[in-house]
């Protein structure tokens, strides 16, 4: 008798596939100021990774913690702020071997009673993610080994951890590899002239724009075209339709995406805004949170449909010009639906 496996384990000829479910998770719950935990089936405290926390009710800021610095200790990518330690007992106090812990905090973080929240959490994982930690040399440069497994690095988050400084994101979306964007803030994309990095399988060089002598934390996004892939980091260009708005192929439906427009000639917010399909990208009502600011989450009204969700990808379907502004450039980072 022949035995049907999922296409998780197969995979495509020659891939070690990963299966999206062990390594991503969007989680929704309601604080209670108390101990709780979150089990998803993510082995945080085995194979390390980032949990992402993000209050929608109310307006406060987002909680990023990693197995890396440890879980006392939090920044914000919102801020400019150097990381914060927190009590033990309170936001996030462990990491688990299928999940996380949170604390009780009564009056700040991600558990305060009666609030709800959106939690990401990304496993390490070849072909997917990984999340570093270095010391720049007196020239602001460093070379640090990564667990990747691919010299296709989609997009990188940086900050610093001891001093107030703005985040830096590089991505394989802008033009060349001189152009980095700031997360922390709606400020296009900026062209500094000099290569900004450069990748093996195994190791990223920082090569400009850092402090010299300063330690750092980089959150790393691969990008992966197989066929067994979770993850793609791209770039499309805004047409101004919201009938027939630019339509992203990815070869398969995602879960999770964050889009940000960094041309300099739009003139308005270009927040870089995160969606779920936890929350509604599939209702057509598609609440939207902000990784630059501490805003609540954006209303839904029954009438706010930013995407589409397709079996091959999304398409945008509004002519806000924060997403789909005529003739502008915009970045994306999409992890691939359970099942896709």
Not at 294 to 309: P, R, Y
């Amino acid at each position: 008798m022949s035995v049907l496996l999922p296409f998780s384990i197969l995979g495509a000829p020659g891939d070690d596939a990963l299966d999206v479910a062990d390594v991503f998770s969007t989680d929704l719950y309601t604080g209670n100021g108390s101990t709780q935990t979150i089990t998803n089936g993510i082995d945080l405290a085995g194979e390390g990774g980032l949990v992402w926390q993000k209050c929608r009710s109310t307006s406060q800021g987002h909680y990023i913690v990693d197995t890396e610095r440890g879980h006392q200790y939090w920044i914000e990518s919102q801020s400019t702020s150097a990381q914060q330690t927190a009590l033990l007992t309170t936001n996030v106090t462990s990491f688990d071997s299928t999940g996380f812990t949170l604390g009780g905090d009564y009056s700040v973080g991600p558990n305060v009673s009666g609030r709800t929240y959106a939690a990401w959490s990304f496993r390490r994982a070849p072909k997917f993610f990984d999340v570093v930690t270095f010391t720049t040399n007196g020239s602001g440069q460093a070379t640090v080994s990564h667990s990747l497994g691919t010299n296709q690095i989609g997009c990188v988050f940086i900050k610093s951890t001891v001093i107030g400084q703005d985040w830096k994101v590089v991505h394989r979306g802008f033009p060349s590899t001189g152009y980095y964007a700031t997360l922390n803030s709606t400020a296009a994309a900026t062209d500094r002239g000099t290569a900004q990095y450069s990748a093996t399988d195994t190791t990223i060089t920082f090569l400009d724009n850092l402090n010299s002598t300063t330690a750092y934390v980089a959150y790393l996004f691969a990008h992966d075209t197989s066929d067994s892939g979770i993850i793609q980091c791209g770039s499309y260009t805004g047409n101004g339709s919201s009938s027939s708005g630019p339509t992203i192929t990815l070869g398969w439906e995602p879960q999770w995406v964050m889009i940000k427009g960094v041309d300099s000639t739009y003139s308005g917010e270009s927040h870089w805004y995160i969606f779920d399909a936890a929350r509604g990208i599939p209702s057509g009502d598609d609440p939207s949170l902000e990784a630059d600011t501490s805003s609540a989450e954006n209303a839904t009204t029954g009438s706010n449909d930013l995407l589409d969700l397709t079996s091959t990808g999304f398409r945008i379907a509004t002519n806000a010009s924060y997403l789909n502004n005529s003739g502008d450039d915009f970045i994306y980072i999409a992890i691939r639906a359970e099942g896709a």
